[in-house]
């Protein structure tokens, strides 16, 4: 008989916490994996209280999953080294923003046969060019690493409203396993083979709902969100087949929960569209409303659109991606965000 894996979640906010819920409840009542949880949780103070205490006594994230509670198996703890060193299966669940200090930490602390699967939606920038944030955790703890995107806006996961997702895995032996690891009867799994093209839409589409809230701010209606979210896919699967032109890049990938339905629920329920809405609105910087409306929980879409403004600037392909441009243009150069609807009217996809 094999031992049962040890799971233990890298992160504790709002995705952190709802993914926690479903792993402390399926690994209760599944043999192949240990019945204890550890999440690691970025140590903060909430109301005078350590959060790790808080949430060891209460069984619940008050910050960033209010009104959910964690099952009792799922232990909070503040050391990372501590939370991952016995684990078998790490799930990596923060703000991609933090991905390189956090992996650092865990470098050489982690059991040599341990395997990861990335929840982050995002991409890492730097001078040796764009990257997959798998492939940094790969690059950086030598283990294999698997993606779990959908359409999945937390709070509603927690609620147990029904959902899909995809998780992207090239071993199917272990892409079976995380399947069992994840899936319930609302939030029902596929498991594909295209691991990075599943990772690139969860980081893309969250440029394409900074540019939906823009266009709900300015006071447009649903037909234009419509075609945002057409051409925001459009490109989408244009920068997808640039940036992975090493793999194959299948159409029926983007009609995976992560590609089409990622999309739409970002841009009509998620936390980019809802702070791009504020900010055509009110004219004030993303920083002070992401502060204001969020209570400590991170914006991925603006710096992702940064993130890949570099790599098209450099290759030269700033006019075939006019609302990536678009976006990046308006949250960090001072470009009118009503200028984002000329950018719609003109995309060369109507010309
Ligand atoms: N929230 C969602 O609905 C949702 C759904 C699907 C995917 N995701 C993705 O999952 C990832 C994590 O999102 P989330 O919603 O769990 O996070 P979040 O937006 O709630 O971010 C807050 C978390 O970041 C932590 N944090 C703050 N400073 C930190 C630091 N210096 N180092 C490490 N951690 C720090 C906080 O402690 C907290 O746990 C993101 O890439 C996001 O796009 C989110
Ligand atoms: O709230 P957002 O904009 O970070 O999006 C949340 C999820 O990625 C939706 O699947």
Partial sequence: MTTPKKVCVVGSGNWGSAIARIVGLNVERNSKFHPTVAMWVFEELVNGRKLTEIINAEHENIKYLPGHKLPDNVVAVADLSEAVSHADVLLFVIPHQFIHKVCDTMQGKIKPDAFGMSFIKGVDESPSGLKLISAVIRDKLGISVSVLMGANIANEVAEGKFCETTIGCKDKDQGTLLKELMQTDHFRVTVVEEAEVVEICG??????????????????????????????LMEMVAFTRLFCSAHSVSPATFLESCGIADLITTCYGGRNRRVADAFARTGRS????????MNGQKLQGPATAAEVHVLLEQKALLDQFPLFNAVYEICFEGRPVTDFISCVQNHPAHL
């Fill in 203 to 232: 980081a893309l589409k969250n440029i394409v709902a900074v540019g939906a809230g823009f266009c709900d701010g300015l006071g447009f209606g649903d037909n234009t969100k419509a075609a945002v979210i057409r051409l925001g």
């Fill in 286 to 293: 993303l920083e002070e409303l992401e502060k204001e409306m």
